[in-house]
């Protein structure tokens, strides 16, 4: 099983950035996918990011592109998020999540392990 934590979330003006981080806790870290979804009310979880195994392959939802970076630190078992140039749309509720497929999947379904969540609020 693994276990995950979100944290770095907050308040931020728009154009801002924050980093979200998410330690896993768990000796199968290395086994996992990774992912970053954000969900709003009334909304469906929507996919952000996703990072393979080792880290060699991303994806990102069209509407990050180019303003946010995946990255896992295997030793720590830590996946992160850097969101740059924020945007009030990028408001919601941040979870990450673990995945066993070999392939990076930008769909919550195939997810096994989720975080709690963490809110990130952009304001204009």
């Known amino acids: 099983q693994v276990q995950l934590v979100e944290s770095g979330g907050g308040l931020v003006q728009a154009g801002g950035s924050l980093r979200l981080s998410c330690a896993a806790s768990g000796r199968t870290f290395r086994s996992y996918s990774m992912g970053w979804f954000r969900q709003v009310p009334g909304k469906e979880r929507e996919h952000v990011a996703a990072?393979?195994?080792?880290?060699?392959?991303?994806v990102y939802a069209d509407s990050v592109k180019g303003r946010f970076t995946i990255s896992r630190d295997n030793t720590k078992n830590t996946v992160y998020l850097q969101m740059n140039s924020l945007k009030p749309e990028d408001t919601a509720v941040y979870y990450c999540?673990?995945?066993?497929?070999?392939?990076?999947?930008?769909?919550?379904?195939?997810?096994?392990?989720w975080g709690q969540g963490t809110q990130v609020t952009v304001s204009s």
């Open positions: 990072i393979s195994r080792g880290g060699s392959s991303t």
């Open positions: 999540a673990a995945d066993q497929s070999v392939v990076v999947h930008t769909t919550s379904l195939p997810y096994d392990y």
